[in-house]
């Protein structure tokens, strides 16, 4: 099935963005067996996570129609989050992949929320943190990531905001109850 996934890949998307994706499921397995979430979701999850990256804006509200699915007001002003609900909608209608956990770790990679499931934040900090990241500030998070998921997520949208970008209704609630379950310990 991998290999099925990754020559899907290989026609779909860059080689830099196809390297990427690679990346985000070898750190996805790593984070996955580190915390126990469920290696195989979090393989496939983590591969298939940008399978829309590239994919021509109007190609993505057509995939999005098919799979009757919307964007929010919010995702619709911002264009870089819509390859994550594209994504979604290419795996189930496309792909046949019916596994929530997957579903939902491609919807929410790029902005969390609160909630998530193990496997959503095993692939949101494996995003963030694959062997070609070189933003500033990611060791931080590679290195709060070998200690507490939770607090890599909170610190990768804190990260966003020290970098004054705009963060998405989904990231400030992902960084509430992440802290939340940071202060329950």
Known sequence: MVEKYNNILKRRLSQKRYEHCVNVSKKSIYLAKKYGADIKKAEIAGLLHDIT???EMEE???I???AKMK???EELKNKNLWHAVSGKAYLKTILGINDEDI???VRYHTTGRAG???LEKVVFVADLTS???DFEGVEKIRSIAEKSLDAAVAFSIINLLNKKYV???NSWSAYNDTVEALVDL
């Open 60 to 62: 993505q509200l057509k």
């Open 167 to 169: 963060i998405a209704s």
């Open 64 to 66: 999005l129609e098919q």
């Open 71 to 73: 964007l929010t007001e």
């Open 131 to 133: 062997d070609e990241r």
């Open 116 to 118: 998530m499931s193990k």
């Open 103 to 105: 579903l939902n770790a």
């Open 53 to 55: 990256k590239e994919t």
